[in-house]
């Protein structure tokens, strides 16, 4: 991992904000690493950082996204992990939480509403902006002195990428903040500045599961992208077809199904999905 001697003004700046709010026990800033949720994951099991932390990245060489995807990381994305401790409670809210928390705080940013596709990925106009990749780190695997669980999540955020130089797919696929951005607002789709604010917004959304745990079956409807559409979802027991009707106190997508069964998922990927 490369240490930036000399960091820009601005991203000093903005750890410096972060380090003010008292909340982060660790906060750093690399030029290059192979992974941010790989280096936490490791620092965590070994005991050897302090909690909440937080890890930026201005460049991944081996970043991974969920199964055996990789994460295109190029210049102008915002890459950063944070090691936090959970209750097994409220662990399945957890990916929902945080899409939520990212799909808020780019909101005021673009010209066009955010929208969740479940579990985490956020998506405008149709096209994704955002992925989330949460792993879990038991008890059992955490230094004695940490007495819960801990979530490392991990977030590749587009703000001003060139996706002409992207593979194909991606093109097609995939969009950057500095696109869909309000003209007013254009030339602040920094890295430094989109952080400030998804971790506010973080921080903002964790308070009110402290204070009220249902908030997000009220919000939900509002920020999915599924909800009321068709969708083909693969779980651990196969593929699930139905109409989408939204997620459940746990965090599971609602899935009815064409022979009018209702299907709970607690994991997995989608698809495909299309209006009814």
């Known amino acids: 991992m490369t240490l930036n001697a000399l960091p820009h003004q601005q991203r000093r700046s903005a750890l410096e904000e972060i380090e003010s709010w008292g909340y982060f026990r660790s906060v750093r800033w690399v030029d290059t690493i192979d992974s941010t949720n790989r280096y936490l994951c490791d620092q965590v099991r070994a005991g050897t950082i302090e909690l909440p932390a937080l890890l930026v990245a201005t460049s991944q060489t081996s970043g991974v996204g969920?199964?055996?995807n990789k994460w295109y990381s190029p210049s102008g994305c915002l890459m950063?992990?944070?090691?936090?401790?959970?209750?097994?409670?409220?662990?399945?809210?957890?990916?929902?939480?945080?899409?939520?928390?990212?799909?808020?705080?780019?909101?005021?940013?673009?010209?066009?509403?955010?929208l969740i596709k479940w579990p985490n990925?956020?998506?405008?106009?149709?096209?994704?902006?955002?992925?989330?990749l949460i792993e879990?780190?038991?008890?059992?695997?955490?230094?004695?002195?940490?007495?819960r669980g801990i979530a490392v999540i991990g977030v590749g955020l587009n703000c001003q990428v060139d996706l002409s130089t992207a593979p194909e797919d991606l093109q097609k696929s995939a969009t950057s903040l500095h696109i869909e951005a309000k003209r007013s607002i254009v030339t602040?789709?920094?890295?430094?500045?989109?952080?400030i604010?998804?971790?506010?917004?973080?921080?903002?959304?964790?308070?009110l599961s402290s204070s009220e745990p249902?908030?997000?079956?009220?919000?939900?409807?509002?920020?999915?992208?599924?909800?009321?559409?068709?969708?083909?979802?693969?779980?651990?027991?196969?593929?699930?077809?139905?109409?989408?009707l939204g997620i459940s106190s746990r965090g599971a997508l609602l899935v009815v199904t064409s022979n009018n069964q209702a299907v709970e998922v607690m994991s997995g990927s989608i698809e495909s999905y299309r209006d009814v």
């Not at 992990?81 to 990212?102: C, K, R």
């Not at 879990?136 to 007495?147: E, G, L, M, T």
């Open 66 to 68: 969920r199964g055996s």
């Open 80 to 114: 950063f992990s944070l090691a936090i401790p959970i209750d097994d409670s409220n662990s399945t809210l957890l990916p929902l939480q945080f899409g939520y928390a990212v799909a808020n705080a780019i909101e005021p940013i673009s010209q066009v509403k955010p």
């Open 121 to 132: 990925d956020v998506f405008i106009s149709g096209k994704k902006v955002c992925g989330i």
């Open 136 to 147: 879990a780190i038991p008890r059992n695997d955490v230094s004695p002195y940490n007495k």
């Open 188 to 195: 602040q789709v920094t890295p430094e500045f989109v952080l």
């Open 197 to 207: 604010q998804v971790l506010q917004a973080w921080m903002d959304a964790s308070s």
């Open 214 to 244: 249902n908030w997000l079956m009220h919000v939900w409807q509002n920020v999915s992208l599924l909800n009321q559409r068709w969708v083909t979802v693969r779980s651990a027991g196969g593929l699930v077809e139905g109409y989408c």
